[in-house]
């Protein structure tokens, strides 16, 4: 049974940048994904990276912003925020399972979620 576990959130002021992180055991083969669910929205996502970690994909809100990124030795899958906007207020959720079409429905395994607040 893969475990996902999200850590970094927090409460950050407009333009500034929080990094989550997803650190997991055994993930080496699944490709990660962020996710995020806003107060009265669906989920959605934010981004992911492949297994082998060389393909990368982002919504279109967070482009150019966001950095997904990942780490083998230490088991850790990682988002870089910058240029945090209020909107990007949500619980965002690490995710295994095939997400490059960054849609959430074939996600095998979740983790319980870290909550990013954006004001000032």
């Known amino acids: 049974q893969l475990q996902l576990v999200e850590s970094g959130g927090g409460l950050v002021q407009p333009g500034g940048s929080l990094r989550l992180s997803c650190a997991a055991s055994?993930?080496?083969?699944?490709?990660i994904g962020w996710f995020r669910q806003a107060p009265g929205k669906e989920r959605e996502g934010v981004s992911c990276?492949?297994?082998?970690?060389?393909?990368?994909n982002y919504a279109d809100s967070v482009k150019g912003r966001f950095t997904i990124s990942r780490d083998y030795a230490a088991n850790t899958v990682y988002l870089q925020m910058n240029s945090l906007k209020p909107e990007d207020t949500a619980d965002y959720y690490c995710?295994?399972?095939?997400?490059?079409?960054?849609?959430?429905?074939?996600?095998?395994?979740w983790g319980k979620g870290t909550l990013v607040t954006v004001s000032s």
């Open positions: 995710a295994a399972g095939p997400c490059y079409g960054l849609g959430y429905g074939g996600m095998s395994y």
């Open positions: 055994g993930f080496t083969y699944y490709a």
């Open positions: 990276i492949s297994s082998g970690g060389g393909s990368t």
